[in-house]
């Protein structure tokens, strides 16, 4: 009796995932005609490679934020206080200058906004571009690399600083 319960229990447990799976399924092909767009900030190759396999999964296209000054090692060494990076995160109006802008955004319906965790949000090289952009009637999700962080920070802090906009689900991608 008691191994026909267990039984019953794991048969409900495994159908009830393929359901969960079929929903997700039909989201995806429901949101399939709308047009994605990855944006990233890579400052080692590490989140570029992760939206490229996002982009990749989501049939979507890329665009990276590229700094004016690229981000050499000692910028981005977060022991010495005062590298490039540590200054920055420092200073919360910091806005580090990027080149160019997505001139194409508006045809987007859905940004997925990607970048490292630096001191447990992220970088602020991330708003400038935010702010260069109108995001307005956009779905925007994040995600993020981390050597130890969530992304669970980061994306608040986004949603808090940019209440005007949409914001959809957020991911890690490690």
């Known amino acids: 009796m008691k191994n026909i319960v ?11 995932a393929c359901a969960q799976n079929n929903s997700n399924n039909q989201t995806i092909k429901q949101s399939s005609n709308m047009k994605t767009l990855v944006v990233y900030f890579s400052a080692t190759g590490t989140t570029k490679a992760a939206a490229q396999e ?7 296209d890329l665009y990276e934020i590229t700094p004016e000054q690229p981000y050499t090692a000692a910028d981005l060494d977060w022991r010495d206080k005062s590298s ?30 990607g970048f ?25 999700n994040v995600f993020a690399t981390s050597g130890g962080s969530t992304v669970d920070g980061s994306a608040n802090d986004l949603r808090k600083a940019y209440p ?3 914001w959809g689900e957020s991911r890690l991608m490690n």
């Open 164 to 166: 005007q906009y949409t």
């Open 84 to 113: 490039r990076s540590t200054i920055e995160m420092k200073d919360k109006s910091s806005r580090p200058a990027i080149k160019g802008r997505c001139e194409n955004i508006a045809q987007y319906d859905t940004v997925w906004i």
């Open 6 to 16: 267990l039984l019953l229990a794991a048969c409900c447990l495994m159908l009830g």
């Open 54 to 60: 996002l982009a990749k999964e989501l049939g979507a």
């Open 116 to 140: 490292p965790v630096w001191w447990y949000t992220a970088p602020t090289i991330v708003n400038t571009f935010i702010e260069a952009h109108d995001l307005s009637g956009k779905v925007l």
